[in-house]
């Protein structure tokens, strides 16, 4: 069983920063990508940054510059310091990641997400 557990949601006024962690635990052989995705209410889920496959990273338009993906291997956990904060960034943060739980034969990369964290934005 592999658990993603997101931590660091809060509210913040305009301008502020948070930084969000998303910790993999479990049964957990290989990491193949893992990152942070929202939602708004009334809109669908975007991604924010992530780490791909091959170990670069990806940005919305929105964020860059003002939000920094980094990882801790070590610990299988990724965060996300987001500053200078904008109320339109009010959503609910998942953490995503491309894991596989048990090495070859049974190598096979599944998908996960976590419960979700709320970051509110006051204007």
Request: proline share 4%; charged share 15%; net charge positive.
């Amino acid at each position: 069983q592999v658990q993603l557990v997101e931590s660091g949601g809060d509210l913040v006024q305009a301008g502020g920063s948070l930084r969000l962690s998303c910790a993999a635990s479990g049964n957990i052989f290989s990491i193949n990508a893992m990152g942070w995705y929202r939602q708004a209410p009334g809109k669908q889920r975007e991604l924010v940054a992530t780490f791909t496959s091959g170990g670069s990273t990806n940005y919305a338009d929105s964020v860059k510059g003002r939000f920094t993906i980094s990882r801790d291997n070590a610990k299988n956990t990724v965060y996300l310091q987001m500053n200078s904060l904008k109320p339109e960034d009010t959503a609910v943060y998942y953490c995503n990641a491309s894991i596989a739980p048990s090495g070859p034969p049974s190598l096979l990369y599944l998908n996960y997400w976590g419960q979700g964290t709320q970051v509110t934005v006051s204007s």
